[in-house]
């Protein structure tokens, strides 16, 4: 006690400091985030909703909504819409965004105008999803200009919104344009912050590009990839304004591109608060472990630099 | 840097001007007067001074429609006290969600400042019964002052729509929404060799009949109705029970399957265009390049969306048909293909729509809200003028019934036909003893849902699974039949 009152007039602290300029964020954090996390979760074991203009509950249902969501209704096809919908989007976005990043990055390939490109790339990402949404559905509308044109060219017409296929892939098309810029501008990052020595010693051996890219950029990017990987997945998982927009909110042919998020929005909307928060619950707990994978994957030192790192220490110790 | 801080200084103050502008535009709109009538209406018996009425007065509705009626006979004519702002909020309508917005608006009614109080709102058909039945709504006779001599002249379902569970009435309508079937003459022609709408009416005066014509049409070429909802109305306004029982069970009538039967038919044999209501197909169906015979429509709709949509250019800002007459004839003669419809009853009795005042609990202009009441639902005059001018069919027997016999009335759209007349036949036969609260949840989804059963996208079952779903998410109090 005496010591630590001692040391206290000995040294200045500046530590409260940095106590008081974090009071702001956690204010704004507990006001606005932390607070209404804990009510959805507390809401969420009661039935409460409006019938008409009358309030029915809160009454307390423990686990109810819970069992009604996951036994009676029908998330699990909402979450492998979701999921499909992803993939549909992702593989290529993940591809295209791949090579572009390698193009981009080629020393010996050595493309003109790349910033030009990049900016082109990214432009879809600056519109307003639900903006961009209305821009496809007027374009792919059953009389809109794409089936003119392809009227015009002797195709037969296709009602892009009345199949599954057409608006599952409209989604995914929608959000691979978006996305693939912001995908390969992480992924240059990514490849430039290679030493380009091993790539010239890759050379030097005699590797050919494919084996480059398989060897050397490949594991050398991983961390990225993997933090390409799961915030697209992330994102995915609350994919929401694009096919709402385009569906108009019922979920496409069959309800087979309604999303989790919409399903959920469904519920807000018709102020069916305790099913809501349900659905936001077991959304946050699948988002929750995903955040945590992505956290230890990039903490976590990947092999590669973990035994540069052994080598090194051991030169030290060796001298 | 401090170039760039300026420039954001800069656009910033533009975006939130720009804001500004863009929220009081709709509130300073220019009341346009179209003509004076000859006669003032009764209803000038100015506002009594000494009554202390709010400064602003708020009406809720989900299109411009009433804006539209308010603005040319109401506040054109002079009758807005001094001092007084009348402040429209327009909530679209679709997916619950001007309900949504009116419910929080009305829940916070008595914590909301005077002026942020709803003094007036509209209602639908679909959804009356939702705020009649609660204390939300005021009695027009005994909170509003109405007197039962005024309303005596409106059609009795209008009043029997709004009438709580106690006997009172909580609103009042200008309009009465009788359906007829309109139908292209020239197609007309080519089909059944007349376009008179005698004939026509007895060549379409039954399914089964209709059935035929609909073959006819398709060896010809045309299609019979543009989409899968057009005929919906003529099957539900004619339920034998309500959508929901007392045991908050959903029951589909049998008239609900005979419209999934009969439209799956359509479907396949090609009689219609696979359109959903309210979409550009559906709409340019009934425009110059359209090939479809006819659509259900009621009086709003032949009169706005019909007419809007035949149209080859649109009409200009203000020319309507009592206005400017040599105008109105300029602006739409060889427009399109206006003249080129014409109304019969069709197969089945029906009503679409309609549009209901509502005094809200707590307004403090009650004074006003009985004169706007009184002027716009019941006052013979103007709902003359108003059936004059726009040709929507008015909320008066006495005046419906003076304009059905006066030969001299006619729609110069519909081909210079008096589609009053026949509106008043088919405004005799309107029984709404069958609707629930849960009507617009009930139509939207149960269309939406079968949508894919009609393009093949999904089985009869899944389609009807669906649309349980989709109601239960709407309305949770409800259950699915045993």
Known sequence: MNTSKNKKYKSISYAKWGYIFLIPFFTIYILTNFIPLISTIYYSFFENYMSGLKQIGPNFVAFENYKSILFDS??????????????????????????LAIWFTNIR?????????????????????????????????????????????????????????????????????????????LLMAGIMGIDSSIFEAAQIDGASSWQTFWHVTLPSIKPILVYV???????????????????????????????????????LFSKNYGMAGAICVILLIVTAILSFTIYNNITEKDTYTKSKELKMKGGKNEK | MKKFKRFIAITLIFVMTLSMIACTSPTAEEPE????????????????????????????????????????????????PEGVEVKFTIVPNKDNAYQNALDEALLNQEKAPDDEKIDLFLVEADYALKYVDTDYTLDIIKDVGLTADDISGQYKYTQEIVTDSKGAIKGTSWQATPGLFAYRRSIAKDVLGTDDPEAVQEALSTWDKFYE????????????????????????????????DENNTIIIDDNIYKWIEQTKAFTDNGYNNKTSLWDDQWAADQGPAGKVFGFFYSTWGINFTLLGNALETPLPEGVSATGDPEAYRAATEGNGIFGDYAVCYGPQNYYWGGSWLCAAAGSDNIELVREIMKTMTCDKETLTTITKDTQDFTNNIEAMEALAADDSFASAFLGGQNHIKLFLGSAKGIDMSNISPYDQGMNEEIQTAF?????????????????????????PELKRPE
């Open chain 2, 213 to 244: 014509v609909a073959e006819k049409a398709h060896a010809k070429g045309y299609k019979m109705l543009s989409g899968f909802d057009d005929s919906y109305r003529t099957f539900s306004n004619n339920v034998s029970a309500p959508w929901v």
């Open chain 2, 451 to 475: 949508r894919d059963y009609f393009n093949g996208t999904v089985d009869y079952d899944t389609a009807l699974n669906n649309f349980y779903t989709a109601v239960i998410e709407k309305y």
């Open chain 1, 229 to 267: 990987l799961l915030t697209s997945l992330i994102g995915g998982i609350q994919m929401f304004d694009v096919p709402q927009i385009l569906t108009d909110g019922s979920g496409g042919p069959d309800r087979t591109s309604m999303t989790m998020i919409m399903f959920l929005n469904k519920h």
């Open chain 1, 109 to 185: 390939l050595n493309l003109k105008f790349t910033s030009f490109f990049k900016t082109v790339i990214y432009m879809p990402n600056l519109i307003m999803a639900a903006a961009f949404a209305m821009l496809f559905w007027a374009l792919f509308s059953d009389i809109g200009p794409i089936n003119n044109l392809m009227v015009s060219l002797g195709l037969e017409p296709y009602r892009f919104l009345a199949e599954i296929k057409g608006t599952r892939g409209l989604v995914a098309l929608m959000n691979f344009l978006m996305w693939f810029g912001n995908t390969t501008i």
């Open chain 1, 74 to 99: 029908d998330l699990p096809k909402y979450a492998y819409n979701t999921l499909y919908i992803w993939l549909l989007g992702f593989i290529p976005q993940i591809t295209i965004s791949m090579l």
């Open chain 2, 33 to 80: 007067q179209p003509e004076e009538p000859a006669e003032e209406t009764p209803a000038t018996e100015a506002p009594e001074p000494e009554v202390k009425e709010g400064k602003v007065l708020n009406i809720w509705g989900w299109n411009n429609e009433f804006q539209g009626l308010f603005n040319n006979y109401f506040e054109g004519k002079g009758l807005v």
